[in-house]
């Protein structure tokens, strides 16, 4: 396989402005663009024949249901809550990064899952799903800015540096957020840690506080932080492992009195979100509740009414009476959707400029069309292999965050 991407070198900004804008990014126009820093899994990015790139919607919808009506329950579609409407509507199931790990874990029938989302999900899918399944990302080139934030050898690194500091008698748990590369799901596996998600994080530090006295968090200081202060934890017992710095930035006494240490990464969409955001809302709307995910600041999460995962936003709002108003503290293609479906509600998002995941938005239905196509010829595009020691590794931490109660 070629590696196709173009070398242009795009701040994550640019490429947002770029994904984002209908001017500049029209379905024929949807050649992959890397961030500036790519990640090593791009290089198994196929070219995506023009073909694909030039039909029109109408187009495109007729050949995505042929193709999934031939293939039937070969294969199942799964869509993040993130994904844009033109994607979502294919999609067999939609949910959270929890959920969807869920219906991959227990799916028994397709050959085939086509996993609308980003590329540490299909990782997952790949890892919980029997080994003869094929997940396939139709766009290789979705990744995840945050997780990127992880590199597995920094981690390592701090992992050796830590256990030095606090000795042999300390133990410490390292719990990955789901955001992260399969390897570092293995590094946990192996040192009695565990994956979870936002819907889940509360418990897994529980499950981590009942073997060890310390955990190390990555790669998302702010879920971290959140989890950690939502568990009873003091502010200045939250550190931050700065891995741009000479031991993380810490002191062996700032360490040592830690009780959580907290990744230094961030999700670029979250950061957004501000408590000033929230005020206004709170001016212009008297009485409007506010719901944010727990990746935006500690100090937006602690202003807003609520804090809890997409599907738990989700639900928070269709389950709302009518008549009441939502600001939404998440990502901008969700919003949109939960105030479309609930028309009886005010729902808007608290960032007033716009605010996509510029990764989940390169799904798009050329690619889907590309991917199934291929599959009805007998051709496996874009698949996503987790294998060995670190398939085998990467599953016992997701499975230990699938067990908990
Ligand atoms: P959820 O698990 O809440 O869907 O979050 C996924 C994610 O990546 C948020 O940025």
């Known amino acids: 396989m070629t590696a196709t991407m173009t070398k242009q070198a795009l701040t994550e900004d640019e490429a947002l402005a770029l994904y984002t804008n209908p001017e500049t990014c029209p379905a024929d126009k949807l050649e992959p663009i890397p961030l500036a820093e790519e990640p090593a899994f791009i290089a198994w990015q196929r070219d995506i024949p023009k073909q694909y790139l030039d039909m029109k919607p109408e187009e495109l919808d007729v050949r995505i249901s042929h193709a999934r009506a031939k293939l039937g329950e070969r294969v199942i579609i799964l869509g993040h809550h993130y994904q844009r409407d033109e994607v979502i509507k294919y999609a067999d199931y ?23 989302g980003v590329h540490f999900m299909a990782e997952s899918a790949d890892i919980l799903t029997r080994p003869d399944v094929k997940v396939l990302l139709p766009n290789m080139a979705a990744g995840c800015s945050m997780a990127d934030m992880a590199d597995p050898d920094d981690v390592y690194e701090a992992w050796d540096i830590i256990a030095e500091t606090l000795g042999e008698d300390v133990k410490v748990i390292p719990i990955t957020y789901m955001n992260s590369a399969a390897t570092l799901k293995a590094f946990v596996g192996e040192r009695e840690g565990m994956v979870c998600t936002s819907s889940n994080a509360g418990k897994a530090f529980e499950y981590a506080f009942e073997r060890g006295e310390k955990i190390l968090f990555f790669p998302d200081q702010h879920l971290g932080r959140n989890t950690a202060w939502a568990a009873g934890i003091a502010l200045d017992e939250i550190v931050l492992w700065n891995w741009l710095l000479p031991d993380g930035g810490l002191t062996p006494e700032q360490l040592k009195k830690a009780r959580v240490i907290c990744w230094q990464g961030h999700c670029s969409t979250h950061q957004r979100f501000s408590v000033e955001q929230i005020e206004k809302a709170r001016k212009e709307h008297p009485g409007i509740n506010i719901i944010v995910h727990p990746e935006c600041r500690w100090e937006v999460v602690q202003a807003a009414d609520q ?99």
């Open 94 to 116: 939609t949910g959270d990064s929890f959920k969807l790990a869920q219906y991959a874990a227990a799916q028994e029938k397709a050959e085939f899952v086509l996993f609308c």
């Open 307 to 405: 804090n809890g995962s997409t599907e738990k936003i989700a639900k928070a709002i269709s389950g709302a009476p009518a008549g009441s108003a939502w600001a939404v503290g998440t990502e901008i293609n969700l919003v949109n959707r939960l105030a479309k479906q609930n028309p009886d509600k005010t729902v808007f998002c608290l960032d007033p400029v716009i605010c996509p995941c510029s990764t989940m938005y390169r799904i798009h239905p050329a690619y889907l069309a590309w991917v199934l196509e291929g599959l009805l010829q007998g051709e496996v595009v874009n698949e996503v292999v987790v294998e060995g020691d670190t398939r085998k590794w990467a599953l016992v931490a997701l499975e230990r965050m699938l067990a908990l109660p």
